[in-house]
């Protein structure tokens, strides 16, 4: 069998599997909580879904919309995502339309409960106390993704996503969603990067993590500033240690990614 062949059966087979084990997931019965698990956060009303845009993303019947926090998940090839489609964004849509259905949510929120555009900023349980952000991290359907005003519950969504992560399930059976070494990684999207601090910078400027020996081209991390007060009492003294940071990756002087909080970082050894 031709090289090309062979890889593009093999792609197809993989993702094959990774579908049925999606479905298998949906048919088991999720882990309740308690009540009380939610308490450092604030409850509103109940609230019923009309439709869902994608997995992270749905309209209430009384018009607004949430936006879960905490998680990040595919987006489907269909409008209007058509142009940032992500492989399992269909099915990570599917997985939530079945989550919804014939079921009243309740929203918790953080310290900023809605954004810009009106959102909800959420997360969301269902009426018998299966909370939907960790259904998706268990199913391999999402990675975890903090923001600095919505940081509750970070250590426990990193537990699901790693148990997730481990087994092989969903989004981590698929290239496209690996851990990007710190030697490797590129500008552009969305990336959990990991690498050794070979050095970090001091001083009253922004804190940089630099991740190779010429940090005019290498991974750089940056906390600025403005960002630093989140790292009580101080940023801690990173260098030597192995780190997995997760955030946008962008162009200036090779790779770099901003932290603004110290839930993006996790410490590795």
Same mark, same amino acid.
């Not at 959102?119 to 600095?148: C, F, I, M």
């Given at each position: ?28 019965? #999720? ?41 990040? !998940? ?6 209007? #995502? ?6 399992? =964004? ?15 949510? $309740?929203? &918790? ?52 996503? %790693?148990?997730? $992560?481990?087994?092989?399930?969903? /989004? ?5 969603? %690996? ?9 552009? =999207? #969305? ?16 804190? &940089? ?12 991390? $940056? /906390? ?5 007060? $989140? ?10 240690? !192995? ?6 990756? #962008?162009?200036?002087? =090779? ?15």
């Amino acid at each position: 069998m031709p090289r090309d062949v062979y890889h593009s059966a093999k792609v197809i087979g993989t993702l094959r599997g990774v579908a049925a084990l999606l479905w298998l997931a949906l048919l088991m019965p #999720f882990a309740a909580l308690a009540a009380d698990d939610f308490a450092d956060l604030t409850p509103g009303p109940a609230v019923h879904v009309a439709k869902v845009g994608y997995a992270a993303s749905f309209d209430l019947t009384d018009g607004s919309r949430v936006r879960l926090v905490g998680i990040r !998940t595919p987006k489907p090839d269909t409008p209007p #995502f058509r142009t940032e489609a992500e492989p399992l =964004g269909d099915q990570a849509k599917a997985f939530v339309e079945a989550f919804v259905a014939g079921h009243a949510l $309740r929203l &918790y929120t953080d310290a900023n409960p809605k954004d810009r555009y009106g959102r909800h900023l959420a997360h969301v349980v269902r009426d018998d106390g299966v909370w939907l952000q960790k259904a998706l991290l268990e199913a391999g359907l999402a990675r975890v993704y903090s923001l600095p005003d919505n940081r509750q519950r970070i250590a426990q969504l990193l537990a699901f996503e %790693a148990t997730a $992560r481990n087994a092989r399930r969903g /989004i981590w059976a698929l290239p496209h969603y %690996a851990i990007q070494p710190a030697a490797t990684v590129r500008p552009g =999207g #969305f990336a959990i990067v990991e690498g050794k601090v070979l050095n970090q910078s001091r001083g009253d400027g922004p804190t &940089y993590l630099n991740f190779g020996k010429t940090w005019k081209i290498d991974f750089t991390v $940056r /906390i600025q500033p403005a960002d630093r007060k $989140r790292f009580a009492p101080y940023v801690p003294d990173f260098l030597g240690k !192995t780190l997995r940071v997760r955030g946008w990756i #962008f162009d200036k002087d =090779g790779p770099m990614l901003d932290v603004t909080h110290p839930e993006q970082i996790e410490v590795l050894d």
